[in-house]
Nanobody, 124 residues
């Protein structure tokens, strides 16, 4: 089992940057593929980015490709999401999640553990 706590959300102007972090505790962090998801008001939770357990291969939603970067530090049990060139449509609650599946994991149903979320608001 793993516990996840996100931080780093806030209010930023369009074109700005934010860095989200997710601290993990419990079972060995490198045992999980990790992902970021987001949910805007009135919308379903959507995939943002994922990173594999050890090699650190990454995959992004088309809407954030080239602007967001997911990374992990297995020694520190940390997951990060660097968000640049933010747009108002990036406004959402962002969640980190852990999956026991192997490889690239995009389906939210494959994630077992979720953080409580952190709000990101991008003003125009």
């Amino acid at each position: 089992q793993v516990q996840l706590v996100e931080s780093g959300g806030g209010l930023v102007q369009a074109g700005g940057s934010l860095r989200l972090s997710c601290a993990a505790s419990g079972r060995t962090f490198s045992s999980y593929a990790m992902g970021w998801f987001r949910q805007a008001p009135g919308k379903e939770r959507e995939f943002v980015a994922t990173i594999t357990r050890i090699v650190g291969s990454t995959y992004y939603a088309d809407s954030v490709k080239g602007r967001f970067t997911i990374s992990r530090d297995n020694a520190k049990s940390m997951l990060n999401l660097q968000m640049n060139s933010l747009k108002p449509e990036d406004t959402a609650v962002y969640y980190c999640a852990a999956s026991e599946s192997y490889g690239i994991v995009r389906n939210p149903g494959a994630y077992t553990y979720w953080g409580q979320g952190t709000q990101v608001t991008v003003s125009s």
